[in-house]
């Protein structure tokens, strides 16, 4: 595991603590650097671990998942008026996909995935750095849940070096009061008992259809080509050769042939690979 979180990130994860939520983490991080920290989270009720069932682990592969985030879109909301802008800009994905995509094949059914993707620019010496947060799971076959509830906001982190003690104060599937998502073709906006979730999407997979750049024109075009644009045979074979070992890995711990403190271990250095 390669965790690097420097000095101009660490004032940057969400500070004040949620103590009384009951969605816990436990260590170690699936993946973190100095702009991507991915943690499993768990739902607690009366200290006991609540089965939810989700469609856990699921395969999805980079390619697909780089293509959804490039179309998300919201409104963003300036102090007279409105624009549309893109959720994720080209470097974030190019930088996320891929071990978010592994993280998916990793977590269980009473788990979902909780992101923060830092956002580094000038202004961080002005302002402080800010970021997206949110969490990504499946509550039935084919369909990925994305709820966010910070979308290129100011963020703040603890003052140690830890992952593991980054706090997130919002649920982001009990947001119902943010600006909203724009739901790109073969997604929807979550609805409970007539009550819009703006910021919770719901992905149907097999419909979401590859694409080299984002539709919403929000943003300047990136001097550089966006992610996927052109095929990288190194770095594809890599990501396989991570595919192969975690699918490896996970027959392993299922058939009771490796300890699950020897799995946390072989599991953190093959996500390690995608830093190389």
């Given at each position: 595991m390669n965790v690097r979180l420097t000095p101009a990130i660490l004032c940057a994860a969400l500070a004040s603590g949620c103590s009384s939520s009951?969605?816990?983490?436990?260590?170690?991080?699936?993946?973190?650097?100095?702009?991507?920290?991915?943690?499993r989270e768990h739902l607690e009720k009366d200290g006991q671990r609540v089965a939810l069932g989700y469609k856990h682990p699921m395969k999805l592969s980079a390619d697909k998942l780089a293509s959804l985030m490039s179309q998300l879109s919201y409104r963003h909301d300036h102090l007279l008026k409105s624009t549309r802008a893109n959720v994720f800009i080209p470097a974030e994905i190019d930088a996320s996909a891929e071990p978010i995509a592994l993280a998916l094949e990793e977590i269980q059914p009473?788990?979902?995935?909780?992101f923060l993707i830092v956002r580094s620019s000038w202004s961080d010496v002005l302002f402080g750095p800010s970021g997206t947060t949110g969490v990504m799971f499946s509550t039935e076959d084919g369909v990925l849940d994305i709820a966010l509830d910070k979308i290129d906001e100011g963020i703040h982190l603890p003052e140690s070096n830890e992952p593991m003690r980054i706090a997130f104060p919002d649920d982001?599937?009990?947001l119902v009061d943010a600006s909203p998502l724009y739901p790109p073709t073969g997604t929807e906006l979550h609805t409970v008992s007539g009550t819009l979730h703006p910021r919770w999407l719901k992905a149907r997979l097999a419909e979401?259809?590859?694409t080299v750049k984002s539709k919403v024109a929000a943003q300047p075009?990136?001097?550089?080509?966006?992610p996927n644009a052109a095929k990288d045979p190194e770095k594809e074979a890599r990501y396989q050769r991570v595919r192969d070992r975690l699918d490896s890995l996970n027959r392993l711990r299922k058939d009771g042939a490796l300890a699950e403190e020897q799995y946390q271990i072989e599991f953190q250095k093959t996500m390690a690979e995608l830093d190389k």
């Open positions: 009951p969605w816990k983490r436990l260590p170690p991080p699936l993946y973190a650097t100095a702009n991507l920290v991915l943690l009473d788990e979902r995935l909780r982001p599937t009990a979401i259809t590859p075009a990136p001097a550089t080509a966006p």
